[in-house]
């Protein structure tokens, strides 16, 4: 049987004052997901959010996210 993928869940993810939704898997990834997205939107502090630990994340799963 092939494995089947993680059904997604839908993630709230704050660092700081700021803060991004992602769809993914696992709240590792979500914070992956989120230091992508931020540094993106904040290119200025790309060095603070890729140094930030994954503790000062603050990840919070959105009940009724998806799910595939």
């Known amino acids: 049987m092939p494995d089947e ?8 993810v704050k660092l700081g004052h ?3 939704s992602v769809e993914c898997g696992s ?3 979500a914070i992956r997901l989120a230091r ?10 790309y060095d603070v959010i890729h140094g930030a630990e ?15």
Request: aromatic letters at 6%.
């Open 27 to 29: 709240k590792e990834e």
């Open 5 to 12: 993928p993680l059904p997604l869940k839908r993630y709230r």
């Open 54 to 68: 994954d503790e000062q994340f603050e990840v919070i799963e959105v009940k009724g996210g998806s799910s595939r």
């Open 18 to 20: 700021s803060e991004v």
């Open 36 to 45: 992508t997205k931020l540094s993106s939107d904040l290119s200025r502090l």
